[in-house]
C-alpha cells in the first residue's frame, strides 16, 4: 500500500491538491493507470509518461510534470507527483 500526494503548483503554490491510495503495493508498470486516475480526479488532462518520468520517480521519490508535458494547454506551471513514505 503506498500514497501519492498530487499537486498542481500555479506561481509557487499549491492550487490544488489530491492524495491517491489505491489498495494494492506500487507497480511501476501500472503508474500510467495512477496517473489516469489522479488526472481524472483533480479534473485535468493526462500528460505524455516517459520513461524518464517514471525513473525519476523511482529515484526520487517525486515526478513533475510540466505545461509541455500536456497535450492540450494547461493553466498552471506543474503537476508534482510525491510518493508519501511511511
Known sequence: MFKLWAKIMADGK???QFVYEPDEKLD?????SYLMDICHE???PTPVLLKTHIFNFAKFNHVKFLPRDF???????CLLLENIVL
Open 14 to 16: 499549491i492550487r490544488r
Open 71 to 77: 497535450v492540450e494547454s494547461v493553466d498552471f506551471d
Open 42 to 44: 483533480m479534473d485535468i
Open 28 to 32: 511501476y508498470s501500472h503508474f500510467l
